[in-house]
């Protein structure tokens, strides 16, 4: 289960840190020395370990991103686990079945849908915010492209195949 929780957390946090980042970068008309967020102020002992000592926005996504890997990895076992068991069973079929979808944007209005699995799509999502954050900085162009939009609308349904994993495994 520490895999299915750990993937559940980086899909869910990506798209967050990815909208960070574009408003931290994108240009402000009214400043354009800065973005539209300013730099958080954190309490002094704030520990930045689980985001792997990082401390600037885009290191702590490229971190995140790579942990997918790693959370993937943990729930590999479950392939092989209790076979006929019926929970297990359903958290195989949420996690490894092609129950989820993938939806890969154009932009806002137009998209394609493909079947896939729920590790497959958190592969997906860390593939197309490494495309982004190739990108020198965020524009408005960019936050209305494909990556970002890729990175940013792809986690609800598995969030909740994984939670349905979680609960009913």
Not at 14 to 26: D, H, M, N, R
Not at 98 to 122: C, E, G, H, L, W
Not at 148 to 153: E, M
Request: proline share 4%.
């Amino acid at each position: 289960m520490q895999g299915i929780a750990f993937t559940r957390n980086l899909v869910s946090m990506l798209p967050a840190w990815v909208g960070k980042l574009l408003l931290f970068e994108i240009e402000n008309p009214d400043d354009p020395e800065a973005g539209f967020l300013k730099d958080a102020n954190y309490v002094d002992g704030f520990t930045f370990i689980s985001y792997g000592n990082n401390t600037d926005v885009r290191s702590i996504i490229q971190y995140l991103c790579m942990r997918v890997a790693n959370a993937v990895a943990i729930m590999s076992p479950l392939r092989h686990f209790k076979f006929g068991n019926k929970f297990i069973e359903n958290v195989r079929s949420n996690i490894f079945g092609r129950t989820n979808y993938f939806y890969t944007f154009i932009d806002n209005n137009t998209y394609d849908k493909s079947p896939a699995a729920s590790i497959q799509v958190a592969y997906m999502m860390a593939s197309n915010i490494g495309k982004l954050l190739e990108y020198e900085r965020m524009t408005i162009e960019i936050a209305r492209g494909p990556e970002s939009l890729n990175s940013r609308n792809n986690n609800n349904i598995i969030t909740s195949q994984l939670t349905n994993a979680i609960i009913n495994g």
